[in-house]
Each structure stands twice: as C-alpha cells, then as structure tokens.
C-alpha cells in the first residue's frame, strides 16, 4: 500500500465515499470515469483514482467500487463489472429458497475472486491507498469498518482477512443475499466465526460521515488535519427517492408490507441523515453551480433544510467548516427525470436494487448526472 503519511503535509487530504443501491452502482460508476478523465486532463498526467485519493470508503455496492479503485483497477473497469455480471449476481434461487433469501452468494463470491484475487488479503500490499469498507456484525449486532490504516487499533486482527470476503459481507443484504461468515482471529490470535450482513443495513449506507470520521478522529489514527482547504471529500450516491404508500393504502397494509416499508424508510432517512450532517460541516465547492432545483425541493418535502440552507444555518451558527464536501446523487423522481432528458425511463423501476432489466437505463441515469455534476475544475485546487 502507498504510505499516504509520506505526503508533502502540506497538501491537503481527499477523501472519496461510495453510497450502497445494489446494480444503481452503475451510476457512481459512472460518476468515477468522469472524475478520472478530467483529471487527467486538469494534470495533464494519466493516473489512477487509488493514486488521486488518500481514503476510499464504500458500503455495499460502494465497497466494490472502493476496493476495485484501491487495487488500480480503471473506472471504466469497475462499470464494466455490472454490464458484465449483473445479470448473472441477480438470477432468483429456486423457489423454495426464496423464504431465506432471493439470490445465491456463489456468483457474487466468484466475480469478486475473480476480480480482487481470492489470495488478496486486506492489509496487502496490493492496495495501493486507503480503504474503509462498512459492514454488519450480526452476530454481535454492532456495524464494523474494515480498514488497512497500518496505525488502526484493529488491523493486527483483519489484516489477513481476504479482501474478498469483506467486500462480500459488505454486499449481504437481507432477503437479497445470505449472510458472509467470515473467521476473525481476536487479540490472542483464536479464530472467532462470525456472520456479517450488508452494512447499509445501519446508518453507515451512505459512509461519508464515517469516512470523515476516519480520517481527521484521532481515536482511528490517521488524524488528519481539517478545514475547508485542507480536506477534500467527494461522496457519490446511488440516487434516493421518497418512500410512499399510496392514499388509502396504508390501513391495508399487512406485516410483511411494514417491514419492506419500514426498512426502506429507515434507511432512506440515515441516508438523508448523513447527508445533512456532511452538507452542515463541509463547504461547497466554490464557484459550484446553483443546486437543481428538484433534489431542493426533494428535501423540503422530507422536511429536511435543503444544501444551500444548511450553508446559511452553520454560517449563522458560527461554524468553521472542516472540509470542501462535494456530493454527487439524484432524485430518482419523473421530474429529474424528465429534466435530464430521461422520460422514457419509469422511476419505480430504477429504484430497485436488483432492477436487472434496467441495467442499461441505469447506465444512462449514471451518464446524465456524471456529466452534470462531475465539475473537477472546481476542485482542482486539491489536485495541482
């Protein structure tokens, strides 16, 4: 792994983080070929995103995307693993099985042996810059950040872990994929099986606050410094929508309705959450353009003040902000949509995890917004 602590001190820190969303991976994907070229270009030096970046954070399907970046695979490599095997990760079990689960583990398990190396240990050499997977203890109930920091007060323990398998308990979403056991030695060097579950299944789904965290906390040992021209982070979603029951509909609703219900909102919420607390600490980008006008009006309607508010509320209160925070998502909603010259797409059915049929649309969603949003000019500043 390149030794980041070696660094000039004097430049400043980037950070990237990867929402979770299953196949609407492909729109961070996306996202990530446009970050890539353009600094290329800005630099005017070909270079990978491990060698760009100090710290890469993913949950779910962000930890795919963080660990193929941390190992120097190319972006476009990356998008190519959902056109390739997306169709083949999302094939239902028989129908029996389905009371546990709706797909099998032995795909997804071999695509990333293939990719990652089924030898490839997450304290190897091969990764090239930091890495922070989120993920699930069940078996213990707390959520877990998997980590290569060499000063990190657990690396002894997973270290030897394969990369793999991490990645993999990061990806076990409930219903979707069964559990990832993975055998972690404790203090003493004894093996302890434990069972892992995706780690969106927490307020971690969107991990920029934990990447944050990470980072600049000296209780996790890298202790970088902070401030808005100190500490870059670009987080990358999988896109969000609002979780609705049609009117009328919720006095029908039976118990396994809630608890779809009940899951998405939660996590739609943390999501949200995350967003409000990184938008309340960090600084836009400056001379960023003006906020679309459909993802203000998506906060409002969830009762949440909207980016360019919180920049007026921490001004008021005084605050100090501790990074430049650019967010890169969308508003899954007809009217985005529309305004991206998508109206053949249906919203309802990119909003799906496991939405196979629209892998080609998602691509496109991912294209849209790369090629709104994706402003390295912007922040070239952290790069030259």
Request: glycine content about 10%.
């Amino acid at each position: 792994m390149e030794n980041n602590d070696s660094n000039p001190p004097s430049r400043p820190k980037r950070l990237l983080s990867i929402d979770g969303g299953g196949l609407a991976g492909l729109i961070p994907a996306e996202s990530l070929i446009a970050i890539e070229r353009q600094l290329n270009a800005i630099t005017g030096q070909e270079a990978l995103l491990c060698d760009r970046f100090d710290l890469i954070g993913g949950t779910s399907t962000g930890a795919i995307l963080a660990a193929g970046l941390c190992l120097g695979l190319k972006a476009e490599q990356l998008r190519d693993f959902y056109l390739d095997y997306g169709q083949e990760i999302f094939t239902k079990v028989f129908l029996l099985e389905r009371f546990w689960h709706l797909y099998p583990s032995g795909p997804l398990a071999q695509h990333l042996k293939d990719v990652f190396g089924e030898d490839t240990a997450l304290g190897s050499k091969k990764l090239r810059t930091n890495i922070l997977i989120v993920s699930k203890n069940a078996t213990l109930g707390t959520n877990w950040f998997f980590t290569n920091n060499p000063k990190g007060r657990y690396t002894a323990n997973n270290a030897g872990l394969p990369l793999w398998q991490v990645v993999r308990a990061s990806t076990a979403a409930p219903t979707f994929f069964p559990p990832q056991s993975i055998s972690v030695p404790d203090d003493q060097g004894h093996p302890r099986d434990f069972e892992f579950i995706d780690g969106g299944v927490s307020s971690y789904n969107n991990p920029s606050l934990q990447v944050f965290l990470e980072a600049t906390d000296p209780r996790y040992r890298f202790g970088w410094p902070t401030g808005a021209d100190k500490l870059l982070m670009i987080s990358l979603g999988t896109g969000f929508s609002a979780v609705t029951v049609p009117a009328g509909k919720a006095g029908h609703y039976n118990l396994l309705d809630w608890a779809r219900y009940s899951v998405k909102e939660l996590l739609a919420d943390a999501n949200l959450q995350q967003n409000v607390l990184m938008h309340l600490i960090g600084q836009p980008p400056k001379g960023k353009g003006p906020i679309p006008a459909a993802e203000i009006a998506a906060a409002r309607a969830a009762g949440t003040p909207a980016p360019d508010a919180l920049d007026v509320m921490s001004a008021g209160l005084g605050f100090t902000k501790a990074l430049t925070y650019q967010r890169i998502t969308i508003d899954l909603a007809r009217e985005r949509l529309d305004g991206l010259n998508l109206p053949d797409i249906d919203p309802k059915k990119v909003r799906e995890m496991d939405a196979v049929d629209q892998i080609g649309n998602l691509q496109r969603i991912g294209q849209a917004i790369a090629n709104e949003q994706v402003r390295m000019d912007l922040l070239k500043q952290f790069f030259v």
